[in-house]
């Protein structure tokens, strides 16, 4: 059974940072993506940042470019979302997410596992 556990949100001043992890079990890591995706209130879910697992390549949208950073720790079964120079408009819910499927990696349609979520808010 495949389970995601997102942990290391909460409140920060803006400017701080944040540690996201996501534990992962269930998974053959060697052939999958992993993702994380946010939703602010009475906002649609969108894409923060992925990694291909076996290429290694990173993704990231273009508000979070330069100021978040994910990682992975193959040994763990874990990904990190550190966040750095966080903006009230970073606030929401943060989920990891995980997909087996060959797809944009950006899109939250092709990922098949979800977390519980986590929530971070920064304040002004």
């Known amino acids: 059974q495949v389970q995601l556990v997102e942990s290391g949100g909460g409140l920060v001043q803006a400017g701080g940072s944040l540690r996201l992890s996501c534990a992962a079990s269930g998974l053959t890591f060697s052939s999958i993506a992993m993702g994380w995706f946010r939703q602010a209130p009475r906002k649609d879910r969108e894409f923060v940042a992925a990694?291909?697992?076996?290429?290694?390549?990173?993704y990231y949208t273009d508000s979070v470019k330069g100021r978040f950073t994910i990682s992975r720790d193959n040994a763990k079964n874990m990904v990190y979302l550190q966040m750095n120079s966080l903006k009230p408009e970073d606030t929401g819910v943060y989920y990891c997410a995980a997909t087996k499927r060959v797809g944009t990696i950006q899109a939250g349609e092709i990922y098949d596992y979800w977390g519980q979520g986590t929530q971070v808010t920064v304040s002004s």
């Open positions: 990694i291909n697992w076996r290429s290694g390549s990173l």
